[in-house]
């Protein structure tokens, strides 16, 4: 399996602006379609985005499309997302996972996990 790490997360204020960073060690990451989940407080851990392997397509959550992007460097074998315009309600730990699979949605899509990295957006 993939190793995955998340970095970048921390506390910021609302309309703000955060890129957070998702490196991937032990396999080359270019085998694997990634994506980005979330999870606040309380609820279960939710889709928020995902990159096909070349990067070609991406897919978003109605919550965060047109705010975040989804990016990808294989050559670094890391994983970005940008997050613009942020709200309170985006305030989570984001998790960074792997999958082989196509064009993947599900938790159980995902085979590796990262320990995730906190983001706070505050008034």
């Known amino acids: 399996q993939v190793q995955l790490v998340e970095s970048g997360g921390g506390l910021v204020q609302t309309g703000d602006s955060l890129k957070i960073s998702c490196a991937a060690s032990?396999?080359?990451?270019?085998?694997?379609?990634m994506g980005w989940f979330r999870q606040a407080p309380g609820k279960e851990r939710a889709f928020v985005a995902a990159?096909?392997?070349?990067?070609?397509?991406?897919y978003y959550a109605d919550s965060v499309k047109g705010r975040f992007t989804i990016s990808r460097d294989n050559a670094k074998n890391t994983v970005y997302l940008q997050m613009n315009s942020l709200k309170t309600e985006d305030t989570a730990v984001y998790y960074c996972?792997?999958?082989?699979?196509?064009?993947?949605?599900?938790?159980?899509?995902?085979?590796?996990w990262g320990q995730g990295t906190q983001v706070t957006v505050s008034l």
């Open positions: 990159i096909s392997w070349s990067g070609g397509r991406t």
């Open positions: 996972a792997a999958s082989a699979y196509n064009n993947p949605r599900a938790t159980t899509d995902f085979g590796s």
């Open positions: 032990g396999r080359t990451l270019s085998n694997y379609y």
